[in-house]
């Protein structure tokens, strides 16, 4: 059993930025994917980064050139360094990871906010 537990989330402005972490119970170097997902009001839950156990990283063009995610191994911990924030980017963001054994996990969830 894996637990992602993920922190950093919180209210800010249009324009600010905000860094989520992503801490595994585990060494995430026995993940194949660690990914950051985030759930809208009314909409479904929708990838927003990926990274690979091989550091690769694809994004969904709305965060692109914003939004950064990364991990560090030593510590066992996911981040996504969010920058530029828009309203829209306003959701729960859930941390996922994809183990060699267990399969899938998901955080319980950070809730971020931006206004306008």
């Known amino acids: 059993q894996v637990q992602l537990v993920e922190s950093g989330g919180g209210l800010v402005q249009a324009g600010g930025s905000l860094r989520l972490s992503c801490a595994a119970s585990?060494?995430?170097?026995?993940?194949?994917?660690m990914a950051w997902y985030r759930q809208a009001p009314g909409k479904q839950r929708e990838l927003v980064a990926m990274i690979s156990s091989g550091g690769s990283t694809k994004y969904i063009d709305s965060v692109k050139g914003r939004f950064t995610i990364s991990r560090d191994n030593a510590k066992n911990t996911l981040y996504l360094q969010m920058s530029s924030l828009k309203p829209e980017d306003t959701g729960v963001y859930y941390c996922?990871?994809?183990?060699?054994?267990?399969?899938?996990?998901w955080g319980q969830g950070t809730q971020v906010t931006v206004s306008s």
């Open positions: 585990t060494s995430i170097t026995r993940s194949n994917s």
């Open positions: 996922y990871g994809n183990f060699w054994v267990g399969g899938d996990y």
